[in-house]
């Protein structure tokens, strides 16, 4: 699942390459009749009116807030996408398949460039055509993104943003910030807490494993025992990891792509996050990276130098 560093890299990326697009159509395969009443494209009648108000609409800027994608419209509307599991937004040449029987359903294929033909990235669910004859796409694999339209002026009170937490990465966000939004959760493990979209924004599965080996603190230390000493290393982490994240493009291990196709490399400098088994390459640490299972997800850790607080 994308994470604060994958959404940040595809809303900067397509802030470049669609502000200032004029948009002449849009499509999508996902609605259905168990979507009904949605306040998403899944509903037929809601995909409808989405179409004819932001026909015509030109792109003013992208940016994201947690890990959702805002695409701010002229027309005081902002298009909010949240990629979910697998979803991927992706910009360039695509065709769409010609419907040849009332069976067969409409496709879109990958023209240019060659990196959007990656067979993680096939599974176009939506489109917005622009009028300089491209597209921005949502591929998605598993379907469960979610596409929706609000006012730009108060989308931040909209049920789909108002309970994220604070951005990790704004200058704001000081280590006072980060303890009060902790201990709103003093009995919580701080693997899962760190995760909680309502305390701090676009951390998951991946960089909090990265931020917890960073920090030396074991995945199921209770928040409340951990020492300030320790807290301290773990919001210097937080911010360490997810901006290195950024530098490095996102994390391309699973499903994520950049909006051009191409993969992000901080997957090649994971010390925790999938290294079962493997030495732990912390300095003077002769531990080994083990793994167990909380809260339904998977955490990794080093089974020495990582300390348990309860
Ligand atoms: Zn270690």
């Known amino acids: 699942m994308p994470e604060l560093p994958e959404v940040h890299t595809t809303a900067t990326m397509l802030n470049e390459l669609i502000s200032g697009l004029t948009i002449s159509d849009t499509w999508t395969d996902l609605g259905g009749k168990t979507h009904v009443g949605k306040d998403h494209i899944k509903?037929?009648?809601?995909?409808?009116?989405?179409?004819?108000?932001?026909?015509?609409?030109?792109?003013?800027?992208?940016?994201?807030?947690?890990?959702?994608?805002?695409?701010?419209?002229?027309?005081?509307?902002?298009?909010?996408?949240?990629?979910?599991?697998?979803?991927?937004?992706?910009?360039?040449?695509?065709?769409?398949?010609?419907?040849?029987?009332?069976?067969?359903?409409?496709?879109?294929?990958?023209?240019?460039?060659?990196?959007?033909?990656?067979?993680f990235s096939r599974f176009v669910h939506f489109v917005i055509s622009f009028e300089n004859g491209r597209h921005m796409v949502l591929s998605d694999m598993r379907k469960f993104a979610k596409i929706t339209l609000l006012e730009t002026a108060t989308a931040h009170l909209s049920g789909h943003l108002a309970d994220i937490g604070p951005e990790p990465l704004e200058e704001s966000f000081d280590f006072k910030k980060f303890q009060t939004r902790l201990f709103t959760r003093p009995k919580g493990r701080i693997k899962q807490v760190l995760m909680e979209p309502a305390v701090v924004s676009g951390i998951g599965n991946i960089y909090s494993d990265e931020i917890l080996w960073d920090s030396d603190v074991h995945p199921l230390s209770a928040?409340?025992?951990?020492?300030?000493?320790?807290?301290?290393?773990?919001?210097?982490?937080?911010?360490?990891?997810?901006?290195?994240?950024?530098?490095?493009?996102?994390?391309?291990?699973?499903?994520?792509?950049?909006?051009?196709?191409?993969?992000?490399?901080?997957?090649?400098?994971?010390?925790?996050?999938?290294?079962?088994?493997?030495?732990?390459?912390?300095?003077?640490?002769?531990?080994?990276?083990?793994?167990?299972?909380?809260?339904?997800?998977?955490?990794?850790?080093?089974?020495?130098?990582?300390?348990c607080y309860n």
């Open 43 to 119: 509903d037929p009648k809601f995909f409808q009116k989405f179409r004819v108000q932001i026909t015509g609409a030109k792109i003013k800027n992208v940016d994201r807030r947690g890990k959702n994608v805002l695409i701010h419209l002229d027309i005081g509307q902002t298009i909010l996408v949240h990629m979910k599991m697998t979803g991927q937004l992706l910009y360039g040449r695509y065709k769409k398949s010609k419907v040849v029987s009332t069976q067969s359903k409409a496709t879109w294929e990958a023209v240019s460039p060659v990196e959007l033909k990656d067979p």
């Open 223 to 307: 928040v409340s025992k951990i020492p300030e000493k320790e807290l301290r290393k773990i919001f210097a982490s937080t911010k360490l990891l997810l901006k290195k994240g950024i530098d490095f493009g996102g994390d391309s291990m699973s499903d994520y792509r950049t909006p051009i196709g191409t993969k992000g490399s901080f997957q090649h400098h994971h010390q925790a996050y999938h290294k079962f088994g493997e030495k732990c390459a912390k300095k003077n640490c002769r531990g080994t990276i083990s793994k167990l299972k909380a809260g339904g997800r998977t955490a990794h850790f080093c089974d020495t130098h990582q300390e």
